[in-house]
């Protein structure tokens, strides 16, 4: 089966992220009115970037910083949302 091996390992620190991230994605569109579907958040897809990213020598202390500063935000979506 071809594609089997073709599957990357997921991280459990992008799976983190992405899901914490979708937390807040998810909570700002209850609030909105009318969510814009131009700008949904794909967790699946999120955790894709952030994987390639990690794998990556050069990028990978940016998934490592972006992390660090999830970490700190703890709960609070403001903050998380300046963790760029």
């Known amino acids: 089966m071809m594609s089997a091996a073709c599957a990357q390992p997921r991280s459990a620190r992008c799976k983190e992220i992405c899901a914490r991230e979708a937390e807040c994605q998810q909570a700002a569109a209850d609030e909105a009115e009318a969510p814009d579907e131009q700008t949904a958040f794909d ?41 760029r």
């Open 43 to 83: 967790e699946g897809d999120c955790v894709a970037a952030c994987a390639a990213l990690e794998r990556d020598e050069r990028t990978k202390s940016d998934v490592e910083a972006h992390a660090v500063c999830l970490q700190n935000a703890g709960t609070d979506c403001t903050k998380l949302a300046a963790c």
